[in-house]
């Protein structure tokens, strides 16, 4: 029996080059391929200010730091996320105040968002589920109101728009992941947007423990005694061997997106009519980058099982983080949305290693799944 798996990791003979490369010349911690991958991806995204760092959640903490999110601050997010998203929240001693989605959508329902900002909110945290782009635009000008910073996770969006916008330009922060199951693989990597140029300068530092590169090293290479380190930060840099086997993808991410989207619009053609299934609706104007494809179904538990066992690896993507305890987020929340999302929600392959066969097998053994009665 084939196995189909829900994700794929990219692995290009030009990777290889790149890394042997790295590991010859002996700099593998820091070298120019660092720079390198920041301004491809800036060029990608057509942002400046981009900072390379070790890890999507260092970014995402990285952002919140500076948009000045301390302690008993709240951070309103959604629940319906991976870890690496909302624990971030917590290492900055801050309490996630958990937003609904909208009715049978996995987008963030802003009038929630309105009710529930307050005196201690610092941030809002836009999670782009899965590559769908999430309402950045009006999101923004809400925060802007309220004089709160936004956060827009694009972890798996990468080449994602709405309203022909790419995501991560409406944000004061935008978070990217090169996680091996992500657009572009670095085995492990993250990077942080800043719209403004002073907080990328000081991201920068504080990625490298708060150490001013132009200065911290005499003419001689020794650590210079002068330079002062006013802010402590962390060791969130991205190192040289990985910088560099992101940059050697670069010139093919698009490509790789472009074939997700393609299988997606297969899948949604054979999979539409199904009873009890509903594909995912997809937001006017909005274009996903389809790390998966979402459908809601009505039997989701039986039908995940069924299709494990024939081979096709589905999944239900996230656990609800506001179940977690070490949030202190006090009391749960009332999130009937959420609830529903996580109960129905189905994600399937649709990445760009498939092939037409494989998009029919996906959709065979979903018909098949379908037809499981609940009681099995």
């Known amino acids: ?191 942080l947007v800043c719209k403004s140029a002073d907080m990328a300068a000081r991201a920068r530092k504080l990625r490298r423990f708060g150490i001013d590169p132009a200065t911290f090293r005499n003419a001689k290479g020794e650590i210079n005694p002068t330079s002062d380190i006013p802010e402590i930060g962390w060791a969130f840099t991205m190192n040289n061997l990985c910088a560099a086997l992101g940059y050697a993808q670069l010139s093919t991410a698009q490509s790789r997106v472009l074939k997700a989207q393609n299988n997606a619009t297969k899948l949604t053609q054979l999979v539409s009519e199904l009873n009890g299934v509903r594909v995912v609706p997809v937001a006017y104007g909005s274009s996903p980058a389809y790390w998966v494809l979402l459908l809601f179904v009505a039997n989701r538990d039986a039908v995940l099982t069924s299709m494990k066992q024939q081979g096709v690896m589905a999944s239900s993507l996230h656990h609800r983080n506001d179940t977690y305890t070490g949030f202190h987020a006090g009391p749960s929340q009332h999130l009937p949305n959420t609830t529903n999302l996580q109960d129905h929600v189905l994600a399937i392959p649709c990445g760009w290693w498939l092939v037409d066969e494989d998009l029919a097998i996906i959709a065979k053994t979903l018909v098949s799944a379908v037809a499981v009665p609940s009681t099995q």
Not at 44 to 60: G, P, Y
Not at 107 to 131: P, S
Not at 162 to 168: E, F, K, L
């Open 1 to 191: 029996m084939k196995t189909i798996p829900l994700f794929g990791v990219v692995s290009l003979p030009e990777m290889d080059v790149a890394a042997l490369e790295v590991l010859h010349s002996g700099r593998i911690a820091s070298g120019e391929y660092v720079a390198k991958f920041e301004a491809g991806i800036g060029e990608m995204l057509s942002q400046r200010n981009v900072v390379s760092t070790v890890d999507m959640t260092s970014a995402i903490f990285l952002a919140l730091h500076l948009a000045g999110v301390s302690k008993g601050d709240e951070v309103l997010t959604t629940a319906f996320a991976c870890m690496s998203t909302n624990s971030a929240i917590a290492q900055c001693g801050a309490v996630p105040v958990w937003v609904d989605v909208k009715p049978q959508s996995i987008e963030i329902d802003l009038d929630d968002i309105i009710r529930k900002v307050g005196t201690k909110t610092k941030a809002v945290i836009l999670y782009h589920v899965a590559g769908y782009p999430g309402p950045a635009k009006e999101l923004a000008a809400l925060c802007q109101e309220h004089g709160i910073a936004l956060i827009e996770d694009c972890d798996n969006a990468l080449f994602a728009s709405r309203n022909a916008v790419p995501v991560g330009s409406h944000g004061d922060f935008a978070v990217y992941s090169f996680y091996p199951t992500r657009q572009i693989n670095t085995t492990e990597g993250g990077a």
